[in-house]
């Protein structure tokens, strides 16, 4: 199998100061990924990257796959919890790359909104305002949403955050279902135990790559110390970064 | 006697059937847009987009005295001027849409004062802020009939959107690139039923009849579609009711339609079964699950 994802000198950022900087690898098609390292640096920004929600400063991201084929799950997502609409609704949008924008829903799509509800563990849920369910039910909702949108590459940005243990047991085996079924998964994780249990592949990111394989080699002491030193804080008086300059003249000239 | 209330009026006198069929126009539009607004926490930027019409409507009527046309292209111009000029300056830069919208608006309204000042006669411009809903000749009903129909076609078709838009805004910026222009799209829709209205109602005053029914029916249905039906019939029904009102007591018409509205959103703030004063303070017990 081929690869899903190549970053190729890849600068992210905000304002010219990069929160991913130089990052270079690939993502192969059925990798299950972690991204992990501290707070700061700059695992949400890639996965902002790639859905395309965030332009590069310097360098790219190769996609060998087409924006309709990826579902992105935001850290926090936008959802406006006191908007009039139920379960039922929240969780058909997932239907939108079938319906589109006036698309009718079908007996068939009816039945895929039902599973997707049970896959979640939230049968009986249709009727419920969005506004009345708890933080792991709302998750809950947002993964069976996830599922509907039948996407290739699943990008998920802290998706068991402030969750029970129960639920998170439940999200994991769904990932790992989707895994399963050929898609690649990359999640932003903070729990080492999950990601040495559940995902053989990890990206450990502090702006830079620490390291990128297997995850018993990456997760190391050494490793972890080394990403904690290189996460320091945004400077504002920071002097443009060289390369980064050069890539630019270089490109302009081409 | 309940014929004489409530009936007469319209059977006798052909300015208030005009007037009827004005203001149940208006209505219809503006329930929907107003549920809209309010969900998309945009309550006061319908206000602030009245004020940027005025000056348009203004320059309208010093440029060609009490023509529809003039007054109606002069208020379309200054709201789109000012819709489109926030709605961008909040997508393309890190400004959000309410600091772009007061901006824009204020710039509209002083440049507004500052020509019909430059005029210097002494116009009378009650009219565009406070209506004429008992003198809509045709041309005037016709537009706004035109108005309302064009907003139910365009809010049909752009209402899945629309929706997502306001519950979702990632999610729909993840899926598809039709976030910024269904929201320009309805921008512009605000800025015609604000047009349409203030023929009716003044420019300042059309805006109560988008967002009153819709802050009262947020208290009677939990429900996105009963709401909009729910605020379609307080819109309509504080427009024939104040238009009743108006006729019998001989005050002006736009304040008494605007201030029945308010009365059913103060007897929905109260007795509304959902979240209103009245259902927390009795006493119930609660349920087992």
């Known amino acids: ?48 990257g790639i859905a395309g929600v965030l332009s590069p400063l310097t ?50 799509d009816r039945v895929r909104i039902e599973e997707a509800l049970a896959a979640v563990g939230l049968e009986g ?34 998706p068991f955050t402030a969750l029970d243990a129960g639920t998170i047991t439940d999200l994991t085996a769904l990932v790992k279902r989707w895994n399963g079924e050929g898609r690649t998964v990359i999640a932003v994780l903070h729990d080492f135990e999950l990601v040495r249990g559940h995902f053989p592949r990890t990206l450990l990111l502090a702006r830079e790559a620490v390291a990128w394989g297997a995850t018993g080699e990456v997760l190391t002491p050494a490793n972890l110390a080394e990403a904690r030193r290189m996460c320091e804080a945004w400077d504002e008086d920071a002097p443009a970064c060289a390369p980064s300059l050069k890539a630019t003249a270089a490109g302009r000239a081409a | 006697m309940i014929y004489d209330l409530l009936i007469a009026p319209f059977a006798e006198f052909d300015f ?22 309010m969900l998309r926490r945009m309550s006061l930027a319908g206000d602030a987009m009245a004020h940027a019409i005025l000056p348009g409507a203004a320059v309208g009527f010093l440029a060609a005295g009490l023509n529809l046309f003039a007054m109606t292209v002069g208020g379309l111009v200054a709201g789109f001027a000012v819709a ?14 309410d600091a772009a919208l007061a901006a824009f608006y204020l710039i509209s309204l002083a440049l507004g004062v500052l020509l019909v000042s430059l005029r210097g006669s002494n116009v009378d411009l009650l009219h565009v802020l406070f209506g004429t809903v008992l003198a809509l000749d045709d041309a005037t009903l016709l537009l706004i009939v035109s108005i309302s129909s064009l907003t139910l076609v365009a809010l049909a078709l752009a209402w899945r959107p629309l929706v997502l838009e306001s519950v979702d805004p990632g999610f729909l910026r993840s899926v598809s ?3 910024a222009p269904t929201h320009l799209i309805f921008l512009a829709l605000v800025v015609m039923n604000l047009v349409g209205g203030f023929h009716a109602l003044g420019t300042l005053l059309a805006v109560g009849l988008m967002m009153l029914p819709a802050a009262a029916g947020r208290f009677w249905t939990r429900e996105l579609t009963a709401l909009v039906g729910v605020s379609v019939l307080i819109a309509c029904g504080s427009g024939v009711l104040g238009l009743l009102v108006s006729y019998h007591s001989g005050v002006p018409s736009g304040p008494a339609i605007i201030l029945v509205a308010g009365g059913a959103y103060a007897l929905s703030v109260l007795f509304g079964p959902v979240g209103g004063l009245l259902p927390r303070f009795l006493p119930q017990r609660h349920l087992e699950a």
């Open chain 1, 59 to 108: 360098g790219r991201i190769e996609g060998h796959i087409a924006a309709r084929d990826i579902a992105y799950l935001p850290q926090a997502a936008e959802v406006d919890r006191s908007f009039p609409i139920d379960v039922y609704d929240l969780v058909s949008m997932g239907l939108w790359r079938r319906a589109g924008l006036f698309g009718g829903i079908s007996r068939a």
């Open chain 1, 125 to 158: 849920f249709e009727a419920r305002p969005i506004g009345t369910l708890s933080g792991g039910q709302m998750q809950r909702a947002l993964f069976a949403r996830l599922l509907l949108q039948d996407a290739r590459l699943l990008l998920l940005d802290e």
């Open chain 2, 16 to 37: 208030m059937r005009r007037a009827l069929v004005g203001v149940l126009a208006l209505g219809i539009g503006a329930g929907p847009i107003g549920v809209l607004m």
């Open chain 2, 84 to 97: 489109l000029g926030a709605g961008a300056v909040a997508r393309a830069t890190q400004m959000k849409e």
């Open chain 1, 1 to 48: 199998m081929g690869n899903v994802l190549a970053f190729r000198n890849l600068t992210l950022g905000y304002d010219r100061h990069p929160a991913v900087h130089h990052l270079d690898g690939e993502v192969a098609e059925g990798d299950l990924l972690a991204i992990c390292g501290p707070n700061g640096a700059g695992k949400s920004t890639l996965l902002k």
């Open chain 2, 177 to 179: 690139r039709a976030g």
